[in-house]
């Protein structure tokens, strides 16, 4: 069982920047492929990246060059770094653990937080 926890997000003007967090319970934190996902009223949740355990990067074309995942196995965290945040950024911001599968599809990913909100004001 993994637990994870969301924090960082926030109200921030467009061009700006926010650093999400995502801290994970449980011994095998390395072993799992990390994602963040997104959901925007009324919209269904989106991929936004991921990482792998050996650290291999995935993202989606709206957020390349702008958004960075990254992770600590150490701290068992995963980070996704954002700038240049846009107004359509602003979503519910999800990270989730994935054993493997699709990278892009939410039902792959076997463990979800509880979302930390960003808004980006124009």
């Known amino acids: 069982q993994v637990q994870l926890v969301e924090s960082g997000g926030g109200l921030v003007q467009a061009g700006g920047s926010l650093r999400l967090s995502c801290a994970a319970s449980?011994?095998?934190?390395?072993?799992?492929?990390m994602g963040w996902f997104r959901q925007a009223p009324g919209k269904e949740r989106e991929f936004v990246a991921r990482?792998?355990?050996?650290?291999?990067?995935l993202s989606a074309d709206s957020v390349k060059g702008r958004f960075t995942i990254s992770r600590d196995n150490a701290k068992n965290t995963v980070y996704l770094q954002m700038n240049s945040l846009k107004p359509e950024d602003t979503a519910v911001y999800y990270c989730?653990?994935?054993?493997?599968?699709?990278?892009?599809?939410?039902?792959?990913?076997?463990?979800w937080g509880q979302g930390t909100q960003v808004t980006v004001s124009s």
């Open positions: 990482i792998s355990s050996g650290g291999v990067t």
């Open positions: 449980g011994r095998t934190f390395s072993s799992y492929a």
């Open positions: 989730a653990a994935q054993y493997s599968g699709l990278y892009y599809i939410p039902r792959a990913y076997n463990y």
